[in-house]
């Protein structure tokens, strides 16, 4: 993609408006902190110190709005907390402009860090360093920064305290996160009816594990419905797919299909009930017509073999969920043990090493995350300068706006910093025009505060430019309300903003983080995940009575974690300007669908587990040594810009061939010398050798993909 397109692409991409649900109990509660908060400093200390413990109760709030699975208290105090501190220190060193360049560097180089622990983390850091740069500028004694930092920090238990007394939807980020999963499901399950090989979306799953890890405290006060609902819906989703597949499920066409199409649209509505049910926290309304397809008498007439023990399965587990979902689960659903323990997340002190380990672990060549530290701190330390320089004064807004926009990506850095200079424009102009037109005193532009605060908090989702628009007026009336000329503040603000924003696009082009060149990196890694567990499935039929559904788990999870990995670097690196993208985009989708079939194919083979009690079924243990090996070299061709080759695999497969073969009766002459002593070759089990053939032909089909003059020649037409 050229820089004009990229350019094109990304300025399209922040100033876009999306329809989000919106939280209006939650909006108003943040601003309701804020305005008391705000009220009662500058009742007891006047509009500056005021000011100081807005801009506190408004972080405050802010971090609670974040995707984080942690109590919304604790990100309040946290933000709360961090932000004085901030405040603080940068007032003590200030007044001394190459030690407080220094100390900023290193500040925001830890909050570019802050990123290799999420997003959370990571926008709160880089909330914290921007909103510091303000409020340093406010006190005038030593005296006077510790009790704004202490009115910052105030803020942050304002805030934390409301959500204690006021909760709005208890759990709902848990609850929403499951009833996604559980929507996902019977959304994979309605899919299935017309597209027997559809793909499994893993990221709703994935995010529900995540919010089911919960601290002690929170495992003493979860609702019991989220216990174990994701578990079953893990069972399902094989379960599914096995019935729905031509090859190991029932025939394409004919009343077994019929009647199999009938059951994954009753499965479809038990999941969506379920998954409204815990949404809401409301009795399971389960539809008349989804039972009676269920537990049709017929059923077990029809179907024999493998899709029976499917339909089974897949009722048995409907009932588990439905229970579940009415108040009655007991775990977590981490794995397929009904009494598994809960998933524990760190509290906040035992965090710490994690946090510092993460970190630790990006100080490393090559890491996306520490280029995004040592670009922005370069451009913080560079915007601050030339801020200083300029005769605006107010020079901190360039390095505002920088450490905002900028993020470890590409698009995002480019996209947020129009956002942010549009934003900008509309918000300064509209605030500037009621200061102008009504003379507001300090009481009304407190008032006015609030609410900008209230809609940046109700409308912050449905686009960035929006919220910016609110953030520009809320920070004019703020800063008129400690004193600020509003006419030096727009004329300074839109072209501090246009600066910072500059620096921060002009850093990423200087010194990038491609995500294009690390694209074959990330199609390998995803080759060995999902070789990996189709090697785990097929050892499971090797030795049975060794069975462990804990090996498959892990393996399964590390092939998600790998798959969502590539996807995001593929949408990450299609909107970036580099010529050669290592993999040319049909490769990519092609590659991308045989990795996916090589997925499903082995979460069909894994609904159809033996029981421990079963025989183990030869040459399974050489066909999974077979794709571990071979899917590892694989990866290894795949780094090198070479095409994979399976004979490893292929290997195991013949030799399965020949022993079918020399297991039939011989005929002739043969037949009467070893009509006594032959012993027919034993015949692996039908559904492994059927698996073995769909892998076999998924591996290739990415082969395929990948062959010269797609994989390796750049075809991006634009």
Request: charged share 20%; net charge neutral.
């Amino acid at each position: 993609m050229s820089w004009l397109r990229a350019l094109k692409e990304t300025a399209r991409s922040g100033l876009t408006f999306e329809r989000r649900r919106l939280e209006p109990l939650i909006a108003i509660r943040g601003a309701a902190g804020l305005a008391l908060v705000l009220g009662a400093s500058l009742a007891l200390f006047g509009p500056v110190i005021a000011a100081s413990s807005a801009f506190g109760a408004y972080q405050a709030a802010i971090a609670t709005f974040q995707r984080s699975w942690r109590p919304r208290p604790v990100l309040a105090l946290v933000s709360g907390a961090s932000l004085a501190v901030s405040t603080f220190i940068g007032y003590l060193t200030v007044s001394h402009t190459a030690l407080f360049v220094a100390v900023l560097v290193l500040w925001t180089f830890v909050s570019g860090l802050a990123w290799a622990t999420g997003p959370t983390a990571g926008i709160i850091a880089s909330s914290n360093v921007a909103i510091m740069l303000v409020t340093i500028t406010l006190p005038t004694s030593v005296a006077e920064a510790a009790v704004h930092a202490a009115m910052i920090a105030v803020g942050g238990v304002v805030q934390a305290a409301l959500i204690v007394l006021f909760p709005v939807r208890r759990w709902g980020a848990q609850r929403d996160a499951l009833a996604d999963a559980l929507a996902g499901v019977g959304d994979y399950a309605r899919r299935l009816r017309h597209d027997p090989l559809a793909d499994f979306d893993p990221v709703p799953m994935m995010t529900a594990r995540s919010a089911a890890a919960v601290t002690p405290r929170q495992a003493r006060h979860r609702p019991a419905e989220l216990h174990g609902a994701r578990g079953a819906a893990e069972r399902i989703r094989p379960v599914l797919a096995s019935l729905a597949d031509p090859a190991l499920g029932v025939p394409v066409e004919g009343p077994e299909r019929d009647r199999a199409r009938e059951l994954l649209a009753a499965a479809a509505s038990v999941l969506d009930a379920a998954a409204r049910a815990i949404r809401q926290g409301d009795p399971v309304r389960l539809p008349a017509p989804a039972l009676a397809a269920l537990r049709t008498p017929d059923t077990e007439a029809i179907f024999t073999g493998p899709p029976r023990r499917a339909v089974d399965r897949l009722t048995a587990l409907l009932d588990d969920v439905i229970e579940i979902a009415e108040g009655g689960g007991t775990d977590d659903g981490d794995s397929a043990t009904p009494d598994a323990p809960h998933r524990r997340r760190p509290t906040l002190l035992r965090l710490v090493p994690v946090v510092l380990r993460s970190m630790r672990g990006e100080l490393r060549r090559g890491s996306p995350i520490l280029r995004h530290a040592i670009r922005v701190s370069a451009v913080v330390a560079a915007g601050y300068l030339v801020g200083v320089a300029l005769p605006f004064g107010h020079g901190y807004w360039a390095p505002m706006v920088a450490v905002m926009v900028m993020r470890p990506d590409f698009s995002q850095t480019y996209s947020r910093s129009v956002a942010r200079f549009g934003g900008t424009v509309v918000g300064v102009t509209l605030a500037g025009v009621i200061v102008q037109t009504a003379h507001p005193d300090t009481t009304v532009l407190a008032a006015l505060s609030v609410v900008c605060a209230l809609l940046m908090y109700l409308l912050m989702r449905t686009g960035y430019v929006i919220s910016q628009i609110c953030v520009s007026a809320y920070v004019v009336f703020l800063l008129g309300m400690a004193g600020d000329d509003w006419s030096q503040t727009v004329t300074e603000r839109v072209g501090l903003t246009f600066a910072g924003g500059i620096l921060a696009m002009v850093s990423y082009a200087v010194y990038p983080a491609w995500e294009t060149p690390r694209l074959r990196n990330r199609l390998a890694a995803w080759l060995i995940s999902d070789g990996r567990y189709a090697a785990t499935v097929v050892d499971q039929y090797a030795d049975p009575a060794a069975r462990s559904n804990e090996d498959v788990r892990a393996a399964l999870l590390a092939t998600r974690e790998a798959r969502i990995a590539w996807q995001e670097a593929l949408a990450t690196a299609q909107y970036e300007p580099v010529r050669h993208r290592g993999i040319s985009r049909s490769a990519a989708d092609d590659a991308q669908h045989a990795l996916g079939r090589l997925g499903r194919v082995a979460m069909v083979l894994e609904a159809h587990l033996p029981a421990g009690s079963a025989a183990p079924v030869p040459g399974a243990a050489e066909l999974a040594a077979a794709l571990r090996k071979a899917t590892e070299k694989g990866a290894k061709a795949v780094r090198e810009r070479r095409v994979p080759e399976w004979e490893a695999v292929r290997e195991a497969v013949a030799h399965w061939d020949t022993e079918e073969s020399g297991s039939h009766a011989v005929t002739g002459e043969d037949a009467i010398t070893d009509a006594t002593t032959a012993i027919p070759a034993p015949v692996p089990n039908p559904v492994v050798r059927e698996g073995a053939g769909l892998l076999l032909e998924a591996l290739e089909e990415f082969s395929r993909s990948l062959d010269t003059g797609k994989g390796d020649r750049d075809t991006d037409r634009g």
